[in-house]
């Protein structure tokens, strides 16, 4: 009886000792970088049959402030409109349509980006947009004071994503580089998103989206 109890114990302890190792190893998710608190998907469908495939995640601020609300607006403006609940809702079949989000925190500002592409399309592989949001002055930051407060400067970005632009698409293709937004990772790292529009061998334009990954100023 003796030698039965001393076994239970043992085992009790071993099994203590497991889940409080469990508890402090790394089995467990990495906690959230806290962009959570500050960004959820508001609408969210994903179908693929053989009528349609939905790939539609749609990304919603969560604090209650005039900046915020604004920004929601402008973002189901764009990408929740007539077309996007008809296809929702079945009225579309042979299509395909995604609305892809990423987000990021670093430090007290907030950035969203979100692309969007239709199968079938002609003239362009998709859109981009890029929101950012201070959570500490509760506002947006325009593309002119993100390029300032990151130590950038307009005619210096652009430069650089001429050159990638050129070097990717054929600089005698490239009619032009539009800035679309500076989208900023957790690390503090940006890329400037561009559209560039090309005519390869004088044939009808076509528009790209363009990441141009920018160095981290110290």
């Known amino acids: 009886m003796k030698k039965a109890l001393s076994i239970i114990l043992a085992l009790t302890l071993f099994l203590c000792v497991f889940t409080a190792c469990r508890k402090a190893g790394g089995d467990d998710p990495a906690p959230a970088d806290g962009v959570d608190k ?14 349609i495939t939905l ?23 764009i990408f929740y409109g007539e077309d996007i609940q008809t ?20 430090d ?5 980006r979100i692309d969007e592409s239709f199968v079938p399309m002609y003239g362009a592989d998709g859109s981009v947009y890029i929101v950012n949001y201070d959570t500490a002055s509760d506002s947006r930051i325009e593309l002119d004071q993100m390029l300032t ?3 950038y400067t307009y005619w210096g970005v652009m430069d650089t994503a001429e ?3 050129a070097a990717t698409y054929g600089a005698e293709a ?13 690390d503090g790292s940006c890329e400037l998103v561009c559209y560039v529009i090309t ?10 989206v363009l990441d141009v990954p920018l160095p981290k100023n110290e």
């Open 55 to 77: 790939q539609i995640d749609i990304p919603k601020l969560l604090p209650d402030t005039d900046a915020a609300r604004s920004i929601n607006e402008e973002i189901n403006s």
């Open 108 to 112: 007290s500002l907030v950035s969203i």
């Open 87 to 106: 296809a929702i809702n079945g009225g579309f079949s042979g299509i395909e349509v995604y609305i892809q989000p990423k987000y990021a925190l670093y």
């Open 38 to 51: 500050y960004v959820a998907i508001d609408v969210s469908r994903h179908v693929d049959n053989d009528d």
């Open 149 to 151: 407060m990151f130590g």
């Open 163 to 165: 050159q990638l632009a």
């Open 199 to 208: 005519r390869p061998n004088g044939v009808d334009t076509w528009q790209y």
């Open 174 to 186: 490239v009619e032009a580089v539009e800035a679309q937004g500076l989208y900023v990772n957790g």
